[in-house]
């Protein structure tokens, strides 16, 4: 049952605001309260994962972290599955570092990362709870003095099926853990799973939505202190000098502790901590990188496209003899920034170092490595560490790193004999992140004139997460792991060539989720789309030596385009306008008296809409008057003066150019969509002249403006 916690509301707003105008809800856990909650009702073990109490609850211990993916609930079913417990009564704890320490290890890697905490734990988990299932049944059978064949484990309870006399695992578990654990265990068949496989509530859910202090952020501990750190704002600068003396006499100061990369101010709450840490001049020696920027950076790990000699990670085939035998070849290029983890809760560490010991309550994802990071901090036996694993407010692979931690003990034993808890501002854990990698790829491929793929080349220029944390699997330059989805990619290419060009910079970079899956597959995707639209136009006939020939029609200014080899040339695109208008009985749209709209070039006069510059008068310019509701075609309503013209969407700036050079012969159809012929390719370049071109050639469907009565002629885009 839990016990409701009650305060004042204007306690509730003290501690509210309390972490600097945002709202925190921090309960206190003593430390006493904690050792007494442990001893209280504390039953025996059956192997080291599993403390059966008197009232035949259950704890399951749990080694990896629990950052919200649901693990501590996933863990604890697979050993509750096989151990036949009542799940109701089931709960679960972290295994601390030091036990691990002194078990050797018995509960395995504590790492959290890559989705490995169900995969890798499955087998061993379902044999512990297996064995301490066995255990059990063989004290009951020994208090009955009947065969263990003839008793079995449900919800909790063991039965002997003969006689139906039953017994509490709570009344068998102080036996049970006197016994030898059984060489063998049989494991149960899948289609028998009760709770694997199976929607079950998350153990962690009622005391996350009651507020029960779970986080590394919550630890509270008698006479804790707390510090905030400012870091060096370039990577791999270094803390110059700090003027300490600004400072000193201000309530609530405890000590300024100067680290060899950072400034941190320890005071008895981190507000003022904080505040002081702000006032306090620092000057940093930012080195040789006190220059470097984003765009640097990014020409930097450029120069990896552009290299001549580059690893290669895989070659099948021939991929330059593919791209020679392409009917056509594209190319793009794709980008992927720096990327923070951004967890909800900060970089956060509460450590106590006192008499050549070091206590640490953490939120990481690697305890073991936490352990190991104290110890050489604090320099001291890894015996005299222990370290507690706290729920995190996110992770993703950033609390792997233990930079953090690190911190937290230099300062703890800055003023020891205090613990003391650091805490990040959201400032610092931006700007001081093992970031996702930049990434610049090239993508280079050919096809057939079918359109299969026949040959591709990748080239991936981006920063190594192996070069800093295992460098030894890195093999002949080449970094697999940045090629996640790349060079495994799921499809079939006769001539495939994948290189990797290594450009690591001085901005730290690591594990993200996914981490490389989560921008090459993107990459991949999208130009695989590209290639599928890509249009592969028929070769030249034999019959087109002889040039494409000009449409019909007398009025050569309509921009009619160009007909293919033997095939009739497209009409202009408003004829089909004129005989639906026609049809329903609009008449007299736009029609000039004396001149035809659009003349040939070469007769005189302008063409263009009124309104449009360089609009001038001629043979018949005057216009008859048009209905209202059509003003959406950008023309006059019953206004002989000029006005505005509506300005109709364009077509993406390259498209002439890309699809002029995918043109081998035949109809060019974006010319066919623009309404205009070959010949204005040069008038193109004249001030206005797309625009105008534009307005001239009516785009957009206008027969569906036409016929809109609600169109208005301010529409822009």
């Known amino acids: 049952?839990?016990?409701?916690?009650?305060?004042?509301?204007?306690?509730?707003?003290?501690?509210?605001?309390?972490?600097?105008?945002?709202?925190?809800?921090?309960?206190?856990?003593?430390?006493?309260?904690?050792?007494?909650?442990?001893?209280?009702?504390?039953?025996?073990?059956?192997?080291?994962?599993?403390?059966?109490?008197?009232?035949?609850?259950?704890?399951?211990?749990?080694?990896?972290?629990?950052?919200?993916?649901?693990?501590?609930?996933?863990?604890?079913?697979?050993?509750?599955?096989?151990?036949?417990?009542?799940?109701?009564?089931?709960?679960?704890?972290?295994?601390?570092?030091?036990?691990?320490?002194?078990?050797?290890?018995?509960?395995?890697?504590?790492?959290?990362?890559?989705?490995?905490?169900?995969?890798?734990?499955?087998?061993?988990?379902?044999?512990?709870?297996?064995?301490?299932?066995?255990?059990?049944?063989?004290?009951?059978?020994?208090?009955?003095?009947?065969?263990?064949?003839?008793?079995?484990?449900?919800?909790?309870?063991?039965?002997?099926?003969?006689?139906?006399?039953?017994?509490?695992?709570?009344?068998?578990?102080?036996?049970?853990?006197?016994?030898?654990?059984?060489?063998?265990?049989?494991?149960?068949?899948?289609?028998?799973?009760?709770?694997?496989?199976?929607?079950?509530?998350?153990?962690?859910?009622?005391?996350?939505?009651?507020?029960?202090?779970?986080?590394?952020?919550?630890?509270?501990?008698?006479?804790?202190?707390?510090?905030?750190?400012?870091?060096?704002?370039?990577?791999?600068?270094?803390?110059?000098?700090?003027?300490?003396?600004?400072?000193?006499?201000?309530?609530?100061?405890?000590?300024?502790?100067?680290?060899?990369?950072?400034?941190?101010?320890?005071?008895?709450?981190?507000?003022?901590?904080?505040?002081?840490?702000?006032?306090?001049?620092?000057?940093?020696?930012?080195?040789?990188?006190?220059?470097?920027?984003?765009?640097?950076?990014?020409?930097?790990?450029?120069?990896?496209?552009?290299?001549?000699?580059?690893?290669?990670?895989?070659?099948?085939?021939?991929?330059?003899?593919?791209?020679?035998?392409?009917?056509?070849?594209?190319?793009?290029?794709?980008?992927?920034?720096?990327?923070?983890?951004?967890?909800?809760?900060?970089?956060?560490?509460?450590?106590?170092?006192?008499?050549?010991?070091?206590?640490?309550?953490?939120?990481?994802?690697n305890a073991e490595a936490t352990h190991a990071t104290a110890a050489a901090t604090a320099d001291v036996p890894l015996e005299n560490v222990d370290v507690h694993l706290t729920h995190l407010g996110g992770g993703f692979g950033r609390r792997g790193f233990q930079d953090y931690t690190r911190q937290a003990v230099a300062i703890a034993k800055a003023v020891e004999g205090r613990p003391v808890k650091l805490l990040w501002s959201r400032e610092e854990d931006m700007q001081h992140d093992y970031y996702r990698p930049m990434t610049l790829m090239r993508f280079k491929a050919g096809l057939d004139t079918a359109g299969n793929l026949i040959a591709w080349r990748i080239r991936d220029a981006s920063h190594s997460i192996l070069a800093g944390v295992r460098p030894q699997d890195i093999k002949e330059g080449v970094d697999r792991h940045a090629l996640g989805g790349i060079v495994d990619l799921p499809y079939g290419v006769p001539n495939l060539r994948i290189e990797f060009a290594m450009r690591n910079s001085h901005v730290p970079v690591g594990f993200m989720r996914t981490v490389f899956h989560s921008q090459n597959p993107f990459m991949r995707e999208c130009f695989v789309d590209e290639m599928a639209h890509v249009r592969i136009p028929p070769r030249p006939a034999a019959s087109e030596a002889q040039g494409p020939r000009r449409a019909r029609g007398s009025r050569q200014g309509l921009g009619v385009g160009i007909a293919a080899p033997g095939r009739r040339a497209p009409r202009h695109r408003c004829a089909g306008l004129a005989r639906e208008l026609c049809r329903r009985g609009i008449r007299g749209i736009g029609e000039r008296c004396g001149r035809a709209r659009h003349p040939a070039r070469g007769r005189g006069g302008r063409s263009g809409l009124r309104g449009e510059p360089g609009f001038g008068g001629g043979a018949g310019a005057k216009l008859r008057r048009l209905r209202a509701h059509l003003g959406a075609l950008g023309r006059d309503h019953l206004e002989p003066r000029p006005r505005r013209a509506i300005q109709l969407p364009r077509l993406p700036h390259h498209a002439p150019r890309r699809d002029a050079e995918e043109y081998r012969g035949g109809a060019r159809p974006e010319r066919r969509v623009l309404g205009r012929d070959g010949r204005d390719a040069a008038r193109a370049a004249r001030a206005g002249a797309v625009q105008r071109d534009l307005r001239r050639d009516r785009q957009a469907n206008p027969l569906a403006a036409a016929l809109e009565p609600g169109s208005a002629p301010r529409l822009m885009r």
């Open 1 to 365: 049952m839990t016990t409701p916690f009650r305060q004042s509301r204007r306690d509730f707003l003290k501690v509210s605001t309390a972490v600097g105008g945002g709202l925190a809800l921090q309960l206190a856990i003593p430390a006493s309260a904690l050792a007494q909650a442990g001893a209280k009702g504390k039953g025996p073990e059956l192997t080291a994962w599993i403390v059966i109490n008197p009232d035949s609850s259950v704890v399951i211990r749990v080694a990896r972290s629990e950052m919200g993916q649901g693990s501590s609930t996933g863990l604890a079913m697979l050993v509750a599955e096989e151990l036949e417990c009542d799940w109701r009564k089931v709960r679960t704890e972290f295994v601390s570092t030091g036990e691990q320490l002194r078990r050797n290890r018995a509960w395995g890697s504590m790492a959290t990362g890559g989705s490995r905490s169900i995969r890798d734990s499955q087998e061993y988990l379902r044999r512990a709870g297996a064995t301490a299932r066995e255990m059990l049944v063989a004290a009951a059978a020994q208090r009955w003095k009947v065969p263990e064949s003839e008793c079995d484990a449900e919800n909790g309870v063991i039965i002997h099926r003969p006689s139906r006399r039953r017994l509490r695992f709570g009344q068998l578990a102080q036996a049970a853990s006197k016994l030898e654990p059984p060489g063998e265990v049989k494991l149960k068949d899948p289609k028998d799973w009760n709770l694997i496989g199976k929607p079950a509530p998350r153990l962690d859910i009622p005391d996350k939505v009651t507020g029960k202090p779970l986080f590394g952020i919550d630890v509270q501990l008698p006479g804790m202190v707390y510090a905030a750190i400012a870091q060096c704002p370039v990577f791999r600068g270094r803390l110059r000098s700090v003027a300490d003396e600004r400072i000193l006499g201000l309530r609530g100061l405890i000590k300024v502790v100067k680290l060899e990369d950072a400034a941190a101010v320890v005071a008895d709450n981190w507000w003022r901590a904080n505040r002081m840490l702000k006032a306090l001049p620092i000057e940093w020696d930012v080195g040789p990188n006190g220059g470097a920027s984003t765009a640097s950076i990014r020409e930097f790990v450029r120069f990896g496209l552009e290299d001549t000699s580059v690893p290669v990670a895989r070659n099948d085939g021939d991929v330059e003899a593919g791209f020679a035998a392409a009917a056509k070849v594209i190319e793009a290029e794709y980008y992927a920034p720096f990327l923070n983890h951004a967890p909800l809760e900060p970089m956060n560490c509460t450590a106590l170092v006192k008499g050549g010991r070091v206590e640490v309550w953490a939120p990481t994802q």
